[in-house]
């Protein structure tokens, strides 16, 4: 092995060794919503559970002719909370404004997360009046400009 064949080998290690480095660090500080799985799954698990929520909603209307005094009063009422809506008497939770899902109720839109029902109109909004990337920062979906409410 001649002077030059040794020089070219280091070259190729030093440019290998940088292309690692580099590729470690685009790893580790790209924008987390690119490989997030899980904040787009919040956000689906939200609108779909809305989307449950105003269904049963709109079922115990059909069946009582009125809708539920409140959303307990929804899971309370479906027989055997065989319904999609309920976790046993529970009904479920949002997981926008908490990770570990916001389940509460409010009879007014105050942003606090969890859900907004009025009783007299049957309305049932996620409780949250900024955009979803405000709380989820790592979401770089579709809606992350959307506000939770107006769904």
């Not at 030059?4 to 290690?13: D, M």
């Not at 030093?14 to 790893?27: D, E, F, P, R, T």
């Not at 790592?138 to 506000?147: A, H, P, R």
């Amino acid at each position: 092995m001649g002077a030059k064949s040794i020089l070219r080998l280091r070259w190729y290690e030093i440019v290998v060794a940088l292309l690692v480095i580099i590729s470690l660090g685009v790893l580790y500080f790209r924008p987390r919503g690119w490989f997030n799985p899980s904040a787009a799954r919040k956000v689906y698990t939200t609108k779909r559970s809305l989307a449950i929520i105003r269904s049963e909603i709109l079922k115990y209307k059909d069946i009582t002719g009125e809708y539920p005094n409140s959303l307990h009063d929804l899971c309370e009422s479906v027989s055997q909370n065989t319904s999609e809506a309920c976790i046993g008497p529970h009904i479920i939770a949002e997981r926008i404004s908490d990770s570990n899902g916001n389940s509460r109720e409010y009879n007014e839109l105050n942003g606090d997360g969890g859900w907004y029902y009025d009783k007299m109109t049957g309305t049932v909004k996620v409780n949250i009046k900024n955009p979803v990337r405000q709380y989820i920062r790592s979401y770089m979906g579709s809606v992350g400009q959307e506000v939770p409410c107006d769904w």
